[in-house]
C-alpha cells in the first residue's frame, strides 16, 4: 500500500482514470480543422499547458508540493474542507480542462497522446466525483487532518526542519489545523444532517487514535520532535525563540483544537453514526461505489463482475495452497493448515529489533538477483522504518513513501510491528517484495525519475497499475532468491490470495450488504490471517470503498500480458525488457498498458 498526500493532491494522486486509446494508436475522430498547430507545435503547446497547470496544482495544494520535496510552500496549509477551497478547486479542473481540449488531440501520438488522454480523463472523472459529498466524511482510523499533521509536525516525513526558515514555515503552517479542524467538524455535521455519516465501528477506532496524541505537556507531545532534533548549529537566539514558540503551539493551538474534535467525535458524532458499513447504505450510495469501482480498477467492470472474479481466483489458489500443504506433509484441512500457520511458534520473531532486521537483510538478497529481471531500476534509495505507534493498531502491515524529487528523502518502507507475535516470518519476503524492491520502491522511484513527461503523471498515477505491479512484484520471488522453502512460498500465495479474497469481501461490503461479521468470518474460512490483520483490513475497506479492488485486478492484467508477450514471442521474449516496457512510462490505465505491450509485441515478433 502507498501513502499519498491529503485532500485535492489524493484526488489527483490515487485517482485512477481511463484512457481511449494507446499511446502507440492514432486517433480515429477528430479530423485536424484549418490553421490548427502542426502536431509538434500543438506537443509543445500542450506541455507548456501541463508545466503550467501543474504550477498551479502546487499552489492550491502546499502539501502536494511539500510531499515531493517542493520547499516553496511548506508556510502554508489551505482550509481543504471549506465550501470555498472546493468551489476553486472545481473551477481549477474546469479552467484547465477547457484549455487542453481546446487544443484537442488530432495529430498527436506516443508519449504526446497517451499525455493528453489520461490528462482529459483525469480532470473529467474528478468532475464526476464531485457529485458524492466525501467531504462530509473527512475522518476515519485509516487517516485524518490530524494523522497527517502528527506525520509532518513529527519531523520525520516530508516536513523538513533542518533550518530556522523551516522551523518557522511549520510554525505558520500548523498554526492553520485548528481551522482545518473546525471546517471538519462543521461539515461532520453537515453530513450528520444528510445522513451521510461514517459507520460507528470505525469512529470507535478514532477516539483511541486521539487520545494517544493529546498531552498535557508539550514536551510530551510528537510534535515536539523537531525541538529534540534542534540542530546544534543554530543560533542560540533561534533556538530560544522557536521552543518557546513551539510550546506555545503545541500548549496553546494544536492540543485543544485536536481534543475539541476529539470531544465532537466522542460525544455528537459517535451518536450519530451508523449501523450499516457499505457505502451503497449511503444516500445515492450504489452509484458512489459503482464510480469507485471503476476509479479504482481502470476498467468498465461492475462489482458483481469484480465480486465473480475474485471467488475463481480464491478457488484456484486454494488448490495451489494444498500443494504447499503436501510438501510440507501437513495432515488436516486447509483450514487446519491456516490456523497452524498462524498459531506455530517458528513462525514468530523473538523482538522488534529482529523483525527489522530480517527486513533489511532482504535487501541484500534480493538486489542479488535483480539484474536476471530488470534493465531499469532507479536511482533513489529506501529506508525501512517501523511505523508509528499512534496509528500502527488499524494500518496495513506494510505502506511506501516514495522519495522526495530532489533526493533529500529517500522512499521509505514502513512495516507495522504493533502486536509482534501476528507479524508472520513466513509474510516477511512476499511483504517486502511488494513494498519495497522491485515492488512500489522500483515503480514509483523510475516513475518520478521519468524525463520529458509532464510532472502530473511523475507524481500522479492509477491505483490499479500501481499496485498490480506491487501485487506482481510478489511473484517474481522465486526468480530473485527468496520463497526457497515451502512455509516462505505459502506466504507469497497467502499474499495473493488475500488480494483475491479484497475482491470478494469489499464487493460484498459495499454492493451486497454484507456485515462486518460477514467480512471477517468470510476472511478467516478462507485464508490465512490473524485477527488483528483480518480487524485491520475489515474496517479499511469500508473506510476506503473499492480502493483494495485495484490490486488483484492490475496484478491479472499484468500477468495476462506476460503470457501473451511469451506465447507469442517464445524463445525472443526476454523478461528484462518486458518489465522495463511495463514500468518505462509510468502509471497507465490499465486499457492503456495492454495497448502498448500489444504494439510491442508485435515490433518485437517482425
Known amino acids: 500500500m502507498t501513502l499519498r498526500p491529503l485532500a485535492f493532491a489524493v484526488s489527483l494522486s490515487l485517482a485512477t482514470v481511463l484512457a481511449a486509446c494507446s499511446p502507440s494508436t492514432e486517433p480515429t475522430a477528430g479530423s485536424t480543422a484549418a490553421g490548427e498547430a502542426p502536431q509538434a507545435d500543438k506537443a509543445a503547446q500542450l506541455n507548456q499547458l501541463y508545466a503550467d497547470y501543474w504550477e498551479g496544482v502546487l499552489k492550491l495544494n502546499p502539501l502536494q508540493a511539500t510531499f515531493q520535496g517542493d520547499n516553496r ?36 501520438s506516443g508519449q504526446d ?25 473527512p475522518v476515519n482510523q485509516m487517516g485524518s487532518t490530524v494523522s497527517y499533521a502528527v506525520m509532518l509536525g513529527s519531523g520525520q516525513v516530508a516536513q523538513p ?20 479542524l473546525d471546517t471538519e467538524i462543521a461539515n461532520m455535521r453537515e453530513g450528520m444532517k444528510a445522513g451521510v455519516v461514517q459507520p460507528r465501528a470505525l469512529m470507535e477506532k478514532v477516539v483511541p487514535q486521539f487520545d494517544e496524541l493529546i498531552t498535557v505537556k508539550p514536551e510530551d507531545s510528537q510534535f515536539w520532535g523537531p525541538i529534540k532534533s534542534m540542530p546544534a548549529d543554530f543560533p542560540q537566539a533561534d533556538k530560544d ?10 500548549a496553546d493551538q494544536l492540543m485543544p483544537a485536536i481534543k475539541k474534535q476529539r470531544d465532537f467525535i466522542a460525544h455528537e458524532y459517535l451518536p450519530a453514526t451508523r449501523d450499516s458499513v457499505g457505502l451503497d447504505a449511503l ?37 495451489e495452497m494444498k500443494q504447499v500443504m503436501e510438501q510440507v506433509g501437513f495432515k488436516g484441512s486447509l483450514q487446519d493448515f491456516f490456523k497452524f500457520m498462524q498459531t506455530d511458534k517458528q513462525f514468530e520473531f523473538k523482538s522488534e529489533q529482529a523483525l527489522l532486521e530480517h527486513y533489511r537483510g532482504l535487501e541484500a538478497k534480493i538486489n542479488e538477483g535483480v539484474p536476471k ?108 532468491g527468496v520463497y526457497t522453502e515451502p512455509y516462505s512460498y505459502f506466504g507469497r500465495l497467502q499474499g495473493e490470495l488475500w488480494r483475491a479474497v479484497r ?58 500480458l506476460r503470457k501473451r508477450a511469451q506465447d507469442k514471442l517464445g524463445a525472443r521474449f526476454d523478461i528484462r525488457e518486458f518489465h522495463a516496457e511495463v514500468l518505462k512510462d509510468g502509471s497507465v490505465p490499465l486499457d492503456v498498458l495492454e495497448g502498448k505491450l500489444d504494439a510491442w509485441i508485435a515490433e518485437k515478433a517482425k
Not at 286 to 303: H, I, V
Not at 458 to 476: D, H, K, N, P, V
Not at 504 to 527: C, E, I, P
Request: without cysteine; aromatic residues 12%.
Open 113 to 137: 497522446l497517451l499525455s493528453y488522454r489520461i490528462f482529459v480523463e483525469e480532470q473529467k472523472q474528478s468532475l464526476e466525483g464531485e457529485k458524492f459529498p466525501s467531504w462530509m466524511m
Open 241 to 250: 525563540r522557536l521552543t518557546a514558540a513551539f510550546r506555545s503551539l503545541i
Open 503 to 560: 475482491l470478494v469481501v469489499d464487493t460484498g461490503l459495499h454492493a451486497k450488504g454484507w456485515s462486518r461479521q460477514q467480512v471477517l468470518d468470510y476472511m478467516f474460512a478462507n485464508s490465512s490471517v490473524s485477527q488483528p490483520d483480518a480487524i485491520a483490513e475489515a474496517e479499511r475497506y469500508i473506510a476506503w470503498p473499492g480502493q483494495a479492488l485495484a490490486y488483484k485486478t492490475g496484478e491479472l492484467k499484468i500477468q495476462e
Open 373 to 480: 529481471l530488470f534493465s531499469l531500476t532507479p536511482k533513489a534509495g529506501f529506508e525501512i522504518r517501523p511505523i508509528e505507534a499512534f496509528r500502527a493498531k488499524s494500518a496495513a502491515g506494510g505502506e511506501y513513501m516514495q522519495p522526495s524529487e530532489d533526493g533529500s528523502r529517500p522512499g521509505i518502507f514502513y512495516v507495522n510491528t504493533y502486536d509482534l507475535p501476528t507479524r508472520k516470518t513466513w509474510d516477511a519476503e512476499d511483504l517486502f517484495l511488494h513494498e519495497a524492491i522491485p515492488g512500489h520502491h522500483f515503480q514509483l522511484a523510475l516513475q518520478q525519475e521519468l524525463k520529458g513527461v509532464p510532472a502530473f503523471r511523475r507524481f500522479g498515477g492509477q491505483t490499479a497499475f500501481i499496485e498490480g505491479w506491487g501485487l506482481y512484484a510478489e511473484s517474481l520471488g522465486k526468480d530473485l
Open 283 to 319: 444516500p445515492d450510495g450504489k452509484a458512489w461505489y459503482a464510480f469507485n469501482a471503476r476509479q479504482s480498477t481502470t476498467t468498465e467492470q461492475t462489482p458483481e463482475q469484480i465480486h465473480e472474479i475474485g471467488l475463481k481466483e480464491v478457488e484456484r489458489i486454494h488448490g
Open 73 to 108: 510552500y511548506n508556510d502554508q496549509l489551505p482550509d481543504m474542507g471549506s465550501a470555498e477551497f472546493r468551489k476553486q478547486t472545481h473551477d481549477f479542473t474546469t479552467e484547465w480542462l477547457g484549455k487542453v481540449e481546446k487544443l484537442g488531440d488530432a495529430g498527436l
Open 161 to 180: 526542519f533542518k533550518t530556522v526558515k523551516d522551523y518557522d514555515n511549520w510554525l505558520a503552517r500548523a498554526a492553520r489545523i485548528p481551522v482545518l
